[in-house]
């Protein structure tokens, strides 16, 4: 018999992690996500084992949230 395999899960606003990466604060006229932070946070999320499995765009009022789910075998 095969031994099930156990996750770990984690949710992240991708747009928010950003944002605290390069120490800014929420202008006052939205979000941004520049491709070159995402990347950077992805690639930092992967050395530490985490696979992104999905991604959602949910727009809430006059903002963007940008959703990663990730998981790792633990």
Do not use: C
Request: aromatic share 10%; net charge positive; proline share 1%.
């Amino acid at each position: 018999m095969q031994k099930l395999r156990k996750w770990e899960y984690r949710v992240i606003d991708l747009i928010k992690e950003t944002e605290m990466k390069r120490n800014r604060t929420q202008a006052a006229s939205g979000r941004w996500l520049h491709t070159s932070d995402l990347e950077g946070i992805l690639n930092q999320l992967g050395a530490q084992g985490w696979e992104l499995v999905d991604m959602h765009f949910i727009q809430d009022k006059d903002e963007t949230i940008v959703v990663g789910f990730f998981k790792r075998p633990i």
